[in-house]
């Protein structure tokens, strides 16, 4: 009798960690099925999901372009001194990442770091600009609180076959596809 109790005692602990990653009703997993499979140049190659940590990684590549979507959650009970992640750019992380995109972008040989806001819905994300004139490289960082986790966005594309303003234009579009592909997610049916 008591070796059954143990194996539901086992079983209901397992069940209440792999609910850890449940997080304002989504896991990990579902928010990685959220995304679109392609947007503009770029197209999935590999998604990973880790619920143990609450997080999730979308890859996506194109001709002379790549992006890494990472998506991250916080269990405030986990670590102490944590908050909710809060929806949008006024969260102190986020302000944190882009910060630390700025800073990087900045001290890079021939790069000139921006900030700037891509729009999604009717929402907008913070985002840090920068391009490498010498090999003609585009970057773009973006960052919002969605669905209760931290999303940051990286696309990169060279712009060596087109121009800079049709680059700029098309990383800013990735960006915006995927924040509004999550943030749809909490949407309800019909909206």
Known sequence: MSTVL????????RAQE???DLIQGYRSSDILVG??????PFTIISRNSDPQNFSA?????????????????VRASNVAGMYPVRDGPDDPVV????????????????QVALRTNVSYGNRAMACVSSD???KKDDF???ATGVLGRYMLIQPVMNYRLSSKGVVDRQLADFASSMAQAVSELALPPGN
């Open 35 to 40: 995304l679109p499979e392609t947007s503009g």
């Open 57 to 73: 990684s979308a890859e996506y590549a194109g001709l002379d372009a790549r992006a890494i979507v990472s998506i991250t959650g």
């Open 95 to 110: 302000r944190s990442l882009l910060d630390q995109a700025f800073q990087y972008h900045s001290t890079q040989p021939n």
């Open 140 to 142: 773009l960082v973006c």
């Open 132 to 134: 490498d004139p010498l």
């Open 6 to 13: 143990v194996s539901t005692a086992v079983s209901s602990l």
């Open 18 to 20: 792999a609910d850890l």
